[in-house]
């Protein structure tokens, strides 16, 4: 106990410099989940994981496949235990969707953000700086009209669904009507 005490420079008497520390610790924290949330991240996480875990399949195979010959040729017999080659298998194919998950959420992601820039590529500026002028921003009147186009859009794909419901219910009425 006296050797750690020794060893912290200061003793008692540095624990006020402990509170960066944890505030350092907090931010780091906030920055690791953040990191969750982010499925390239994951899927990079996820990767160590699999290979070991491919490496325990192949392991758990080989000495699974190893015992079976023993007690084929009659040298052993199946007194022994052999550790469980599905449970292992299952955990591989848990790995492997999880990454999949990861990779499909990052294509949604990458989508929308594509989508995104397309149909709306320019910002509008605030009014609370009027005087910063911004060179890619658009004019108050044609985010109106982009909104304006997006919302007929939207009510386009709505009127579509609407029929197509209608169409698949058995309640469907003549294309006419609107």
């Known amino acids: 106990m006296a050797s750690q005490q020794q060893q912290q420079p200061?003793?008692?008497?540095?624990?006020?410099?402990?509170?960066?520390?944890?505030?350092?610790?907090?931010?780091?924290?906030?920055?690791?989940q953040q990191q969750d949330f982010d499925p390239v991240h994951r899927f990079k996480m996820l990767i160590p994981q699999l290979k070991e875990s491919l490496q325990n399949v192949m392991k758990i195979a080989s000495l699974n496949l190893a015992h079976n010959t023993t007690i084929d040729n009659g040298i052993k017999s199946s007194d022994t235990s052999v550790q469980r080659f599905d449970k292992s298998l299952e955990e591989f194919y848990a790995l492997c969707d999880q990454l999949e998950l990861c990779l499909r959420l990052a294509y949604e992601c990458l989508s929308q953000s594509i989508d995104s820039a397309k149909h709306s590529p320019n910002l509008v500026p605030t009014?609370?700086?009027?005087?910063?002028?911004?060179?890619?921003?658009?004019?108050?009147?044609?985010?109106?009209?982009?909104?304006?186009?997006?919302?007929?859009?939207?009510?386009?794909?709505?009127n579509a669904l609407l029929e197509c419901s209608k169409k698949i219910s058995g309640k469907g009425q003549p294309q006419g009507i609107m």
């Open 127 to 158: 009014a609370t700086k009027p005087d910063t002028v911004q060179t890619e921003s658009m004019s108050y009147a044609q985010y109106l009209g982009m909104i304006k186009s997006q919302i007929s859009c939207a009510k386009d794909i709505h």
């Open 10 to 32: 200061g003793g008692p008497m540095s624990q006020p410099g402990l509170q960066p520390t944890s505030l350092q610790q907090q931010q780091q924290q906030q920055l690791n």
